[in-house]
């Protein structure tokens, strides 16, 4: 069964650091391109960060510069790196694996941005 | 950079109602357009891709159409089940996602 499951996420201060994770199963990891999205409290789907099976990364505007999407293709892994973390990029995170469009997705993993 | 409107935000309908929701891309995205399904503590889930191929699993009472700039969801009787939030996306030049809808019971 193909399978992503997100972890990482946590309670973190105004201007602090988290990192994500995005475990994948049931699928040759490294052939795939794979997507970082997030849904804000009440608010609607935003794409935030993709790479490529060739490293090849683009970032939405909202976090350019901040954020840093990696992957590990021997531990089925991918990662987000959050810097500079502002009340905004409170949000669930999801994880998903690009085929085209988006699927399948993990079950998100929340972030919380809070003195 | 290609926006994508979706309207309506909310929709009240009853089960068995036919539910129709609307895409608008800013410029022209051919058949490069998906359909998800959002539920509260679920994996968004897709329903279609290219405007109208159903994904495997997916009822048939679910349809997509369109292409170039305007695009539809279409639910011809809607189930219990279907009670949920529903987004469209572009996906050949970045993929920027519609506001979403959210089909709420009447």
């Known amino acids: 069964e193909v399978q992503l499951v997100e972890s990482g996420g946590g309670l973190v201060q105004p201007g602090g650091s988290l990192r994500l994770s995005c475990a994948a199963s049931g699928f040759t990891f490294s052939l795939y391109n794979m997507h970082w999205v997030r849904q804000a409290p009440g608010k609607g789907l935003e794409w935030v960060s993709y790479i490529s099976n060739s490293d090849t990364v683009y970032y939405a505007d909202s976090v350019k510069g901040r954020f840093t999407i990696s992957r590990d293709d021997a531990k089925n892994s991918l990662y987000l790196q959050m810097n500079s973390l502002r009340a905004e990029d409170t949000a669930v995170y999801y994880c998903?694996?690009?085929?085209?469009?988006?699927?399948?997705w993990g079950q998100g993993t929340l972030v919380t941005v809070s003195s | 950079d290609i926006q994508m409107t979706q309207s309506p935000s909310t929709l009240s309908a009853s089960v068995g109602d036919r539910v129709t929701i609307t895409c608008r891309a800013s410029q022209s995205i051919g058949s490069w357009l998906a359909w998800y399904q959002l539920k509260p503590g679920k994996a968004p889930k897709v329903l279609i891709y290219k405007a109208s191929t159903l994904e495997s699993g997916v009822p048939s009472r679910f349809s997509g159409s369109g292409s170039g700039t305007e695009f539809t969801l279409t639910i011809s009787s809607l189930h219990p089940d279907d009670f949920a939030s529903y987004y469209c996306q572009h996906y050949n030049n970045y993929w920027p996602f519609g506001q979403g809808t959210k089909v709420e019971i009447k």
């Open positions: 998903a694996r690009s085929i085209g469009w988006l699927d399948p």
